[in-house]
Structure formats: C-alpha cells, structure tokens
C-alpha cells in the first residue's frame, strides 16, 4: 500500500498519540545510524506479532524518541539508494527473502522522520532473522516463544495445498503398482507394523501412511500414487519431472517427460541418469578409488526434496538437467522456505517449515525424504568424503537450483580435504567456495589465513605454502609457485641482470622477460601494471633510468 504525505502524518501522530509503544511499532532515534542486526531483529519481531494480531503491517520509526515522543530527526542513510539497498540486505537474512513492503522518508519542521512499513509474516510461517525469531513482550525485544510460533505454524494446516481433498477421486484412481512400492516401503520403514499391516486393506493403509484423510483420496495421494490419467484432478497444476540429457556445448541430446504417480518416477528418472565410474588416485596411494559419479542417495534425496518443496500451483515441471560427464542439476518451482541452505546444513536441529507439509509427511512414511533433518546435510557429507565439491544452491523468490557435480573440479582442494580431516563443515563449505571462485567473507578469509589454508589476494586465492610443503609432491609445489610468484625482489634481479648484459631495454623486451614468470591468477591488467610498478620502483630507487621517451622508453642502469 502507497501513503502520501498526508496520510504518513496521520499514521505517525496516530503511533506518537498511543499509550505505549506495543508489538506493532517501535520508534528509536538513530540520530546517525542504527545496527543492521537490530534493524533485522525488529523486523522479524514486527512481522511475526503483525501476524498474531492479523494486522497488515507494522511499522519501525526511526528520528523519535521512545521517551517523550518527541523529534529528534534521523540521518540513517540520507542517500535514497543507500536506504533502498536495505531491503535486499534484510531479504538476504529472513525467511523467504520477506523485507520491508516500502520506506518512506518524512519531512517535518523538526527534521527527517524514517518509517520503515514491515509485512505480517505469512500464515503459517513464522519470520526469521539470521536463523532467529523474534517477537515483543510490550516493549520488549525478545525470543518469539514457543506458544507463538506453534501458533502461526498451525495456519499452515488449512492452506497446504496437498492436503486438500479431490472431489470426486476414488481408491480406483490411484496406481496399483504405486500402492504396492508404498506398502513395502512404509513398511520397511515402520517395521513394528509389519504384521498387523497384513490385515489392512487399501484405504486402511492409505490413512495408516498418512497419505487419505478418513478414506478420502487427497491430492497428495495423486501426486504420490496416482494413474497417470488421473492427473486431471489437479490440474492446472502439474505433478511431472522432466529428464533432459545436454552435451558440454548445452545442447539437447535426449529428454523423457515422468508423469504421475512420482513414487515410481524416482526410480524412472534414477534409471536414465547415466552414472558412470570414475577413477582418480586418492592422496597417499598408487592404486585408483573407482566410485560412481553420483552417489544414490544423493541423486534420490535432491529429486525427492524437488517432489516434497515443489509449489504445484505455479503449473510448472520439475527438472533433472544432466550435462555430460559434468553435473546434475535439479530444480523445482516455489522459494527456498529456510532461506539459507547454510543453516539448513549446519543446524542439527530439523528443519520448522515446509511448504508442504501434508505431502512431507507422506514422503516420509514411505522413505521417500528424511522430515526428521540431516538430508541435505547428507548430501554435503557424501560430496565432502569424496573430495568433491559440494552441492551448490542458487536460490530466489520462484525457483530452487542445486548442482552436484560428480568428480574432482580442483586438485588442491581435494588434497586439503585428504590431508586435513579434522576441518569442519563450515570450514569446507568456505573452501568450496574459494575453489568456486566465490567471495567470502573478511571474517572467513582471515579465519582460512589462520588455518594456513589459503592465500593470495582478493579475488584470487589459492592454496597456501603450509598445505603446499606437506607434500613432497613437485606437481603440486610447481603449481603453487606458478599461483604465488616470486619476491619482487627477484623480479628486480632479473630486471637489473638484463640490463647488465644488453646494456638496455625497452618495455617491450622487458614484458618478454617478466611475463611468463608472474603468477598465473593474475589478469593481464594486473601483470601490465606490476611491471609498471616494478620499474617505478627502480628508477625512484636511482637503479634504472628512462634514457627515452614516455611513450617509447629505453630503461639503462644509472651508474653509480
């Protein structure tokens, strides 16, 4: 909703003229500036008690002050750009990518008033900030306790999509090769009901797994174990994986199009991606490790998790993408609802949302996904013990992407990894993404640096010489020198040497000299300009001098 002015000084005098500050404003005075981390605080706590009073929005007022009401005037961010700029920093930190529906700067006689217009959370789906909640005690920022969160969770039960019952959708609809893989899984899965599960008929069983709701056929029950025929029963939406095989050049070599029921389209899919062996030396022995390309559970979890998070209103299919002899990569529609795969992997707690719920639960019960957490987790650990890189997520508000990819991408990093397995998680996921050519953070390059992990300058990283001399290796020790260089005082040398012998040289003749002999990670940009800089150096040191011209130098030695 857009205010003008008239009615942004309503609203303020309204929120200034209120008995107390409440859970759904907050004023501060940020006379000059004001924390991110209590600006992303506020938000999740606004959006959540917004939610809880099912009111459309809150709002956080910056240039007032608590006590007393009065203006004290706000310079946070007086740059227009600089102050929209935050709505993608705050989108980066919650849940969902949700930020601030709009900010509107106001002018009063007394000075600049900032209102920060903060959504509710949505129903069902409780607003985090850098993996917390927050909500208010009156005034009080605090943890959003636990009856409140199990409150907004509960309004996901009427609006899961998969939940909802088919009109008009009998037992007869479902497939019943689908129906026998579900009992043996649920059973394997639940072994204790193994034999009173032999007394069930199928719509016992279907309530048993969770799948119908009181014998009646559920949307979850046609995406699951439907008749392919049966489809129409949710349309438009749309319950089919497509399988496309690319060459390296991303050209179409085959395709195949997975319809319902998607408990034995797994296995479908599974079946077409070739998997092929490969071979490499792992560190410390003459002999080959042969592994598949792609580990199993890897491929199931990550087509399994697009089937469980896919949002089956948005009409569109989910994707299996194999490039050969490269990577897999799946995709599916809906935003990524944990907000951080980060997180995901490094709590050990499971995961609080789904977009699904319904259907994530049936997909349990049939040892189709793991809702109790750690599959993603699995995932990376899979990657991580065969020196792979890991998987890689690009996440936005439509769609989730995840690449695995099945062989060694960088040597270095996979000796690190061999040679140092006490890192942790976190710590390979930051060298993952230095092998990625990914920036990280200062706080993560200096934690590397202090590992003797990586060096070398932003962007360009490299593994660093206490990896490097661990190893007797001399591929790997010429590699790292051709990543890290030489001294300039060595590159001043040959400079001076040169001259020494050929009495003088252009720039030219010395680009020749130096040029195969810089770092590797340097652009020719960079490499132009050391150069430069190395012969600066020189002639302000009064060892060379420029006997020609700017534009068509001739370097000699100045005799001293």
Not at 62 to 87: E, P, Q
Not at 268 to 285: F, M, P, Q, S
Not at 383 to 405: A, C, G, H, M, T
Not at 521 to 538: A, F, R, V, Y
Request: charged residues 30%; proline residues 4%; glycine residues 6%.
């Amino acid at each position: 909703m857009t205010f003008d002015v008239t009615q942004l000084e309503s609203i303020l005098q309204q929120l200034r003229n209120a008995p107390a500050e409440n859970e759904l404003f907050e004023f501060k005075e940020a006379k000059n500036d004001y924390a991110f981390d209590k600006i992303g605080a506020y938000f999740s706590a606004l959006s959540n008690e917004a939610n809880l009073k099912n009111c459309p929005f809150a709002w956080l007022v910056f240039g007032i002050k608590d006590k007393g009401r009065t203006i004290v005037s706000s310079s946070y961010r007086k740059n227009r750009a600089n102050l929209d700029s935050l709505k993608g920093e705050i989108a980066k930190q919650t849940i969902n990518r949700i930020t601030f529906i709009e900010i509107f700067e106001l002018q009063k006689p007394e000075g600049r008033i900032v209102m920060f217009q903060i959504p509710p959370a949505p129903r069902g789906i409780p607003v985090s900030f850098k993996g917390h909640y927050y909500g208010r005690d009156g005034e009080e920022l605090a943890p959003l306790n636990l009856s409140e969160i199990e409150r907004i969770r509960a309004q996901s039960l009427s609006l899961d999509w998969t939940a909802a019952i088919v009109p008009g959708a009998t037992f007869n609809d479902l497939d019943p090769a689908a129906i026998q893989k579900a009992r043996e899984n649920f059973f394997s899965k639940f072994p204790d009901k193994a034999e009173e599960g032999k007394t069930w008929d199928g719509s016992t069983f279907l309530n048993k797994a969770k799948i119908s709701i009181k014998g009646k056929i559920t949307r979850t029950a046609i995406i699951l174990l439907g008749r392919e025929e049966a489809e129409h029963y949710i349309s438009p939406a749309e319950a089919k994986i497509r399988w496309v095989l690319k060459d390296l050049a991303n050209n179409d070599k085959d395709y195949e199009i997975f319809p319902i029921p998607l408990l034995l389209a797994v296995d479908k899919v599974h079946a077409k991606i070739r998997n092929l062996k490969y071979r490499y030396l792992k560190e410390g022995t003459l002999f080959p490790e042969e592994v598949l390309k792609y580990e199993p559970y890897v491929i199931r979890e990550a087509l399994n998790n697009c089937i469980a998070h896919q949002d089956y209103q948005k009409s569109g299919r989910i994707n299996v993408i194999e490039i050969e002899d490269e990577e897999l990569i799946f995709s599916n529609y809906g935003s990524f609802i944990p907000g951080s795969v980060e997180k995901v992997v490094m709590d050990d707690a499971p995961e609080e949302a789904y977009r699904n719920p319904f259907l994530a639960n049936a997909m349990f019960n049939l040892k189709m996904v793991d809702t109790a957490g750690g599959g993603i987790k699995k995932m990376f650990g899979f990657q991580r013990n065969r020196f792979f890189p890991l998987p890689e997520y690009e996440l936005d508000s439509e769609k989730v992407r995840v690449s695995i990819i099945g062989k060694v991408l960088d040597l270095e990093f996979a000796r690190v990894l061999a040679r140092n397995p006490s890192l942790t998680l976190d710590e390979i996921i930051l060298l993952d993404k230095v092998q990625k050519k990914q920036s990280i953070s200062e706080e993560s390059i200096k934690h590397l640096r202090q590992l003797g992990l990586i060096e070398g300058r932003r962007p360009n990283f490299f593994i660093s010489s206490n990896v490097a001399a661990s190893t007797q290796d001399g591929q790997m020790k010429a590699q790292y020198v051709k990543h890290r260089g030489f001294d300039d005082d060595h590159y001043r040398l040959l400079i001076i040497d040169f001259l020494k012998t050929y009495g003088s040289a252009t720039r030219r003749d010395i680009d020749h000299l130096l040029l195969s002999k810089l770092p590797e990670i340097l652009t020719d940009e960079q490499k132009d300009n050391k150069i430069g800089n190395l012969l600066g150096s020189l002639r302000n040191s009064n060892r060379i001098s420029n006997a020609g011209t700017t534009n068509k130098p001739k370097y000699i030695l100045v005799d001293l």
